[in-house]
C-alpha cells in the first residue's frame, strides 16, 4: 500500500483547526478525511480541498481547486459520497470567461461538477487582454483548458468516490456552446453526452459581425443608427424606430405559425423585405426624424439581416433573424439607455486588438465609443480602434490562424457520435441577438452530410437540434424559453428515449404565461388546440395543445 504524504492545503489545516476547537476530541467523518486528503494527490496540482457546509440552494459537499501549468485553474465540487449520482458533468463557460463559475443546482442533483478559468482571470486580464502576445493563453482559451480541466477533474473523482464516473456530461451556452462542439471535434472521448446552446461555432466570424453591424450605427455621426436624438443633446435616446421595424416585422410574420403570440415561429419562412415593407414610413426629403426612416437607417436595417460581408460583397456569416429586433436596443443600438454601449460592443471592444490577427495591431483607444478619436500610433504599445477593423481582412486570410484556435466549425463528428457512440442536442434560439442562429442550423446540416452521408434520419439518432421560436442569447425573449437542457440529455444517454421535443415555457414575473412543445429539426409545433377564434388566447398556449408535425 503507498502511503500518500501529508501535504494538505492551507484551507484544509485551518478546517482541521476549525474542528478541533468546535468538537473537542471528536474525530472527523471519513468523508471529510477523504476530501481533505485530495489536497494531497501526487499526481496533480491540487492547492485546495475543503468542506463546504449545506446551505439553502446546495448541499455539503467537497470543494477542490487547482492548478494546470502555466495558468489554468480549476476546480471541482464533489457532493457527498452518499450523494452522488455517479455522474460527472463539465460545466461551460461565458464570454471571455477568466473566472471559476459554479453550477450548485446540478450539485444539488447530485453531479460532481467541474470548471475552469479557461487559462486566464478576468480580474487582471479583462476582455481580450489575455491574448496580447501570448499564444498559449489563446491556446487555452481556444481548446486546452476545457479538455485538460476534464482530465483533472476525473482524477480527483476517482480519488474521492475510489471509482470513475458512470457517464460524463457536458453542459454549456455561448461560448459554453464552442466549447461542447470543440469537445466534440478534438477529444470526442471525453463525454457520453454534449449539450450545447447558441454555440459561438463561427467565433472569429461572430465577432467580425459585431464590429461589421457597429460600425453602420456609429458611424457619420450616428447617421445609420436606428435610435434618434429627440432633444438634440447629442445622445440618441428615442427606440421609436426600433418599435417600428418590430412591430412591422410582426404584423408580416406573426401569424403564420397560426397563433398571433408575439413570436415568429419560422423565420426562414418569413417574407418580410425591410425596402417594400418599410416604404411607406421613410422619412420625407430623407431628413432624419423620429418616426421615420432614412436611407442610411434602411440599410442598416438589411445590413443587420444579411450580416457582414467584405467590399466585394462576399458573405462572411448570416445575419440577425426576423423576430429578434426586440433585442437590438439592448444589442446592436447605441442610445442613451445603454450609455452608448450595447452589449456587442463589449464583446469586441478588445476583440481584434488581442485575438483576431497572428500579430497583435495594438491596445484599445481610452473611449471605444468615440469614434472621432485618431487612434496614436507612435506610443509603445500603439493604439488600434475597433473601428479600424477592415471585413476584407476576413476574406484575405489575416484571420486564419486565430480562426484555427477559436472556431468550431469542423462538420464530421464521426469520432465522437459513431466511434463513441456519443449524444448531441444542439439547440438556439431564433431570436439570438449574438452568434446567428441560421449558422447553427447550417452547421447541423453540414454535420448530416458530412457524418451521415446526408442521411437525415440516421443522424436523428444520435443527435438532434432545437431552433427554439422567441428565444433570445441561451434564455430570455417573448418566446417560451425555459427548460432543463440537461434532463433530456441524461434520458437518451442512459435510457435511450430520444428527445422528439422538449417542454419550453415562458414566465412573467415568475408566472408561466406560455408553454410549449419545440421540436426536434426539421419538425415544428404546431398548434391542434382549440381553435375558431380561441387560437389566440394564451389559456390554450399549453404544451397539450401543440403537436409536432
Wanted: proline share 6%; hydrophobic share 35%.
Amino acid at each position: 500500500m503507498t502511503l500518500r504524504p501529508i501535504l494538505y492545503s492551507v484551507a484544509a489545516v485551518l478546517f482541521l483547526v476549525g474542528c478541533g476547537s468546535a468538537r473537542g476530541n471528536q474525530a472527523i467523518s471519513p468523508e471529510e478525511t477523504a476530501c481533505l486528503d485530495l489536497a494531497g494527490i501526487t499526481n496533480l496540482t491540487v492547492t485546495s480541498a475543503e468542506l463546504v457546509e449545506a446551505t439553502d440552494n446546495t448541499p455539503r459537499h467537497c470543494y477542490v481547486k487547482g492548478l494546470i501549468a502555466p495558468a489554468i485553474t480549476y476546480h471541482v465540487q464533489l457532493p457527498w459520497p452518499g450523494d452522488w449520482n455517479g455522474r460527472f458533468l463539465q460545466w461551460g463557460d461565458g464570454g471571455k470567461d477568466g473566472d471559476l463559475d459554479f453550477a450548485d443546482h446540478r450539485v444539488a442533483e447530485g453531479y460532481a461538477v467541474a470548471n475552469s478559468n479557461t487559462g486566464h482571470d478576468n480580474g487582471s486580464e479583462p476582455g481580450s487582454s489575455f491574448g496580447f502576445d501570448n499564444r498559449q493563453a489563446e491556446i487555452d482559451f481556444g481548446y486546452r483548458s476545457v479538455h485538460l480541466t476534464v482530465n483533472a477533474a476525473r482524477t480527483v473523482i476517482k480519488d474521492y468516490y475510489t471509482q470513475d464516473p458512470e457517464y460524463s456530461y457536458f453542459e454549456g451556452c455561448s461560448t459554453g456552446g464552442n466549447q461542447g462542439l470543440t469537445e466534440a471535434q478534438r477529444y470526442p472521448f471525453d463525454f457520453d453526452g454534449i449539450v450545447a446552446g447558441a454555440p459561438v461555432l463561427h467565433y472569429q466570424s461572430t465577432n467580425v459581425s459585431h464590429a461589421f453591424m457597429l460600425n453602420k450605427v456609429f458611424r457619420n455621426d450616428f447617421a445609420g443608427n436606428l435610435a434618434f436624438d429627440t432633444d438634440g443633446n447629442g445622445l440618441p435616446d428615442s427606440l421609436t424606430k426600433l418599435k417600428m421595424l418590430e412591430r412591422a416585422v410582426l404584423k408580416k410574420c406573426d401569424s403564420d405559425d397560426g397563433i398571433t403570440d408575439g413570436v415568429i415561429d419560422d423565420p426562414l419562412s418569413c417574407n418580410f423585405n425591410a425596402e417594400a415593407d418599410l416604404a411607406p414610413m421613410m422619412c420625407g426629403g430623407d431628413v432624419n426624424a423620429d418616426e421615420c426612416f432614412t436611407r442610411a437607417q434602411l440599410q442598416t436595417i438589411k445590413d443587420i439581416y444579411r450580416g457582414p460581408y467584405d467590399s466585394r460583397g462576399v458573405s462572411i456569416l448570416k445575419g440577425k433573424s426576423p423576430g429578434s429586433e426586440w433585442s437590438w436596443g439592448q444589442s446592436n443600438i447605441p442610445h442613451e439607455g445603454n450609455s452608448l454601449f450595447p452589449v456587442n460592443l463589449g464583446y469586441i471592444q478588445s476583440h481584434f486588438n488581442y485575438i483576431f490577427y497572428e500579430d497583435d495591431p495594438g491596445v484599445p483607444p481610452p473611449d471605444v465609443t468615440d469614434l472621432s478619436y485618431t487612434p496614436d500610433k507612435n506610443r509603445i504599445p500603439s493604439e488600434y480602434a475597433w473601428w479600424e477593423f477592415q471585413v476584407d481582412d476576413v476574406t484575405a486570410g489575416r484571420g486564419d490562424l486565430m480562426m484555427s484556435i477559436f472556431d468550431a466549425v469542423d462538420p464530421d463528428l464521426t469520432r465522437y457520435l459513431l466511434q463513441n457512440q456519443g449524444k448531441l442536442i444542439l439547440y438556439h434560439g431564433w431570436s439570438d441577438f449574438s452568434p446567428p442562429p441560421e449558422a447553427t442550423l447550417d452547421y447541423y446540416t453540414e454535420m448530416v452530410n458530412a457524418t451521415f452521408g446526408d442521411d437525415l434520419e440516421a443522424a436523428r439518432e444520435h443527435s438532434r437540434i432545437f431552433m427554439v421560436p422567441g428565444m433570445g442569447h441561451c434564455r430570455g425573449g417573448p418566446g417560451p424559453n425555459a427548460w432543463d437542457k440537461l434532463r433530456p440529455l441524461v434520458d437518451w444517454v442512459e435510457n435511450g428515449n430520444r428527445p422528439d421535443y422538449i417542454v419550453a415555457t415562458h414566465s412573467t414575473d415568475q408566472v408561466v404565461d406560455n408553454q410549449r412543445k419545440v421540436c426536434a429539426y426539421p419538425e415544428r409545433a404546431v398548434y391542434t388546440g382549440p381553435a375558431a377564434g380561441e387560437e389566440n388566447d394564451p389559456a390554450n398556449w399549453v404544451e397539450e395543445n401543440f403537436t409536432c408535425r
